[in-house]
Structures are given as C-alpha cells and as structure tokens.
C-alpha cells in the first residue's frame, strides 16, 4: 500500500459541473503536489502545495484550484468542467524535497 | 524545454531476458531523475531514482544508467517477470522547480512467457 488515499475512485461529471478530488497525505508527508495524467501519457504537473500554499503550478487554468489542510491532506477543485478535462487524476505527496515522491491511485474523472 | 522522452513506446521480451528502458531529457539542469512503474488502473509506483552526481545506481533486479554528456537516462531490468508487464515513465526534477516532477510518454513492457 502506498500511504496515500484518493477519492472517489471514479467519478463521472457532466460538462459545466464543478468538481472536488481528495487526496490523504502519507504520514509525515507535507508536500502534495497533483497531476493530471490522460489516456496513454505521462502524468501533468498540476500544481503543489506546501505548508497550506501553493508553491508552484503547472500550465493549467485557474479553474483548477487547490487546497491543503492542516494534517497536510489536500483537495483538488475544477470547475466548469470541460470534455478535455476527462482523465486520471493523481497526487503525490513527499517531504520537502527530499527523495521519494509516492503517487496516490488516482482519480478516474470522465466528463460528459 | 522542459521535456522528457523515451526512444520506444513498446518494448516486447521473453520471460528471464534482461529488458533495457531508454529515456532521454532535454534540461541540463535536472539534478534528480525517478523511474515508476504503472500498471492499469493504478498510480505510479516508484522503482529507483538516481541525483545527477551519481551515473549508476542498482536496485533490486534493477539498475539505472544516467549519460549526462548525452542526456541519456536507461533503466535495467534483471530477468524479467511477467509482473513486469507495465507502462514505464522516467521523471525528471529541475534544481529550481521545487518538487515538480516532468515525466515523458512511458514504455509499455511486455513479458512474454
């Protein structure tokens, strides 16, 4: 088991609609960063978070909003949701920077 | 850029042969490199990772080969299982991007019985 727990597993949206991910930091862990992987990819840097403030984003709207809590979990917010936006959705939570970065199961969004 | 890439998107073998994964990056300043595995449905799941002051890390069944004269990064793959099957990523970490993580395409591996 990674450590790491995302919900829900799948998720089906309808265009426009406004999502919530939630990603459950591994003990210890106080840097989650999200990814947005699409069929057939590489993963996407989405954004990170540290220490409750996002502290580096990736090419990604401001649609896609986040958060982190004080025990470190951390959400990810979409809204108007978009076709493109179907795909897995991933956290990776580490401590500082140091080595090992462990990836939740992610995510599987589809919007129709 | 920023990129990371892989010479082949597929990579065929047979049970027991040593299997080679290729990835090459474009960024110099990388100082951190990561090679996951992801099988379907699941998230990545680390492997190795090697710093760019090292060229050869081992793990177990594993080695990762870095070539920064050429920005080559290989990851090695001792008689393979078919629990090997899997797409392979190699992720790259800049020095000043934090912890962001670039990743390339991915290679499919499959192990033949």
């Known amino acids: ?112 | 850029g920023e990129s990371v890439g892989l010479h082949l998107p597929t990579l065929s073998v047979q049970e027991g042969d040593n299997s080679i994964i290729n990835c090459a990056y474009s960024n110099s300043a990388s100082d951190y490199f990561i090679w996951y595995k992801q099988e379907s449905g699941k998230g990545p799941q680390f492997i190795i990772d090697i710093r760019s002051n090292m060229d050869k890390r081992q793990g177990q069944r594993v080695t990762v080969l870095l070539n920064k004269t050429v920005k080559h990064l290989s990851l090695q793959i001792a008689a393979t299982q078919p629990g090997d099957s899997a797409v392979y990523f190699c992720a790259e970490r800049l020095a000043t991007s934090g912890s962001r993580l670039t990743f390339g395409e991915g290679t499919q591996l499959t192990v033949n019985p």
């Open chain 1, 1 to 112: 088991e990674t450590g790491v727990t995302q919900s829900p597993t799948h998720l089906i949206k309808t265009r426009g609609q406004q999502v919530t991910l939630r990603c459950s930091s591994q003990s210890g862990h106080n840097t989650v960063s999200w990814y947005q992987q699409a069929l057939g990819q590489g993963p996407q840097f989405i954004f990170q978070y540290y220490r409750e403030e996002e502290n580096g984003r990736g090419n990604f709207p401001p649609r896609f909003s986040g958060l982190q809590f004080p025990n470190y979990s951390s959400e990810l917010n979409v809204n108007a949701l978009e076709l493109d936006d179907s795909a897995l959705y991933l956290c990776a939570t580490h401590r500082d920077q140091t080595r090992g970065y462990t990836f939740g199961s992610g995510t599987r969004l589809t919007v129709v």
